[in-house]
């Protein structure tokens, strides 16, 4: 496809268990970031992969959140043990060139929702 | 220290009418990007302009236009002619050149509602 793709769209899971988001950026985009929105918030910024190196997982709130991108196009999103605070949509972006000040183009993300 | 303030939370107004949401911004650095982003109902955020810190010409693109003054430190974004179509939140965001991070630093966004 043209854009950037995420899936599940919707992922419901019980306090506890392990979830996988899925991200296909953009073919060709070198940068790759996951990004967290709460509802009416701005993005918060997770993790950035250049290719297949991961420059970047200051963001990333706890040991329980992980992320992998090993050959440099799919990007997957692992939260381990989910808390109902992880309940949040999850916004994958991708860029052209490895450098952050150029425009990110956005997935429609994936609301997790945490009972 | 990096910030990106929208101050108005949410703007609502008739169609037609022509509404300017204001972004500050504060940056230490010389070098820096500046960003536009808008998220429809749908929640997909939807890149609209890139401008760096050297580059203070306005832009205008259709009904959208954007005024860039480094001397306020601001970016601020007109929609003209405003239609149902562009209601949506409104992101700005920085980027500095120089940081050794890779965040784009975002403010909290304008929710701005269209009435037909």
């Known amino acids: 496809g043209a854009g950037v793709s995420q899936s599940p769209r919707y992922k419901v899971a019980k306090r506890g268990q392990d979830v996988a988001l899925r991200c296909d950026p953009i073919?060709?985009?070198?940068?790759l970031f996951w990004y967290q929105q709460a509802l009416g918030q701005g993005p918060e910024f997770l993790t950035y992969f250049q290719n297949e190196a991961q420059l970047d997982k200051s963001g990333l709130p706890s040991d329980r959140f992980f992320a992998e991108r090993p050959e440099g196009s799919v990007s997957t999103l692992k939260i381990q043990r989910t808390q109902q605070e992880d309940s949040a949509v999850y916004l994958c972006?991708?860029?052209?060139?490895?450098?952050?000040?150029?425009?990110?183009?956005f997935g429609p993300g994936t609301r997790l929702t945490v009972t | 220290a990096q910030k990106v303030t929208q101050a108005q939370t949410e703007i609502s107004v008739v169609e037609k009418e022509d509404v300017t949401l204001d972004c500050v911004y504060e940056t230490r650095d010389t070098t820096y990007y500046l960003f536009w982003y808008k998220q429809p109902p749908s929640g997909e955020l939807v890149f609209l302009i890139r401008r760096n810190s050297f580059d203070e010409q306005n832009e205008i693109s259709g009904r959208y236009s954007w005024n860039f003054q480094k001397s306020t430190s601001s970016f601020n974004f007109t929609i003209t002619a405003s239609q149902v179509v562009d209601s949506a939140v409104y992101f700005c965001a920085l980027s500095e050149a120089e940081d050794s991070n890779y965040q784009l630093i975002w403010g909290a966004g304008t929710k701005l509602i269209i009435k037909p």
């Open positions: 972006a991708s860029s052209l060139v490895g450098l952050r000040t150029y425009e990110q183009y």
């Open positions: 073919s060709g985009h070198v940068s």
